[in-house]
């Protein structure tokens, strides 16, 4: 297996601007979550799903933050409109089972930069 | 909500040197405790998960423990090497959130 895949690998945009994250998760595992990481603010879950559903989107900051999963093997996380603090490390990850109890496996995740 | 804290921030040893890695939490009511290890740009690659039943798991030369009265997990590595070098990150899976500390950078010196 490939492993978590995530595109693009870097996005540099202005502020304003829609900018929309892929992930497709590993073959067969039920659970997707989105993080972002800073120097900050260090990892933080932003939502996940299980069998597609989105479970628990506390994590996401604003409105403006917005992540489908139409299938079980693709989803987005979309930010629009973009700003100079959105810039992060997206990362996506996924995992067996339908709630937090199990491993979780890590995409090479997306640097974006808002400038 | 969970509190979870790495100490130190950073580490640096010669080659050769057993070292240990501390994360410690604010409560005891978790599923499971998963080491990462990330290398500088790159993603969390899994290290090792203990559920919470679980007492300790080991993988090669790593080791890891799980205290929950204590709210305290370690990570043993023996015999440390340069390629060991990265950050280390403890995650505590509980409710419908995995709580992350901020890591351990180490660095092993040849």
């Known amino acids: 297996d490939a492993g978590v895949i995530q595109s693009p690998r870097h996005e540099v945009t202005e502020m304003g601007q829609e900018v929309t994250l892929r992930c497709k998760p590993i073959s067969g595992h039920n659970s997707l979550f989105w993080y972002r990481q800073t120097m900050m603010r260090g990892l933080e879950l932003l939502i996940y799903?299980?069998?597609?559903?989105?479970?628990?989107d506390s994590g996401m900051p604003e409105d403006r933050f917005s992540a489908k999963m139409p299938n079980a093997s693709f989803s987005t996380l979309k930010i629009q409109p973009s700003e100079p603090r959105d810039s992060a490390v997206y990362f996506c990850?996924?995992?067996?089972?339908?709630?937090?109890?199990?491993?979780?496996?890590f995409g090479p995740g997306t640097r974006l930069t808002v400038l | 909500k969970q509190e979870v804290t790495q100490i130190p921030a950073a580490l640096s040893v010669p080659e050769g040197e057993n070292l240990v890695l501390n994360c410690s939490f604010t409560d005891s009511a978790i599923y499971n405790l998963q080491w990462f290890r990330q290398d500088p740009g790159k993603g969390l690659t899994s290290l090792l998960l203990i559920q919470s039943s679980q007492r300790e798991q080991t993988s090669g030369r790593l080791n890891a423990s799980l205290d929950k009265s204590s709210g305290r997990s370690t990570l043993y590595i023996a015999a440390s090497q340069p390629g060991d070098s990265a950050t280390y990150l403890c995650a505590i899976g509980a409710g419908n959130q995995f709580y992350f500390g901020t890591g351990t950078s180490l660095t092993v010196i040849p």
């Open positions: 799903f299980n069998n597609n559903v989105p479970i628990d």
């Open positions: 990850a996924s995992s067996w089972t339908a709630n937090t109890h199990n491993e979780q496996f």
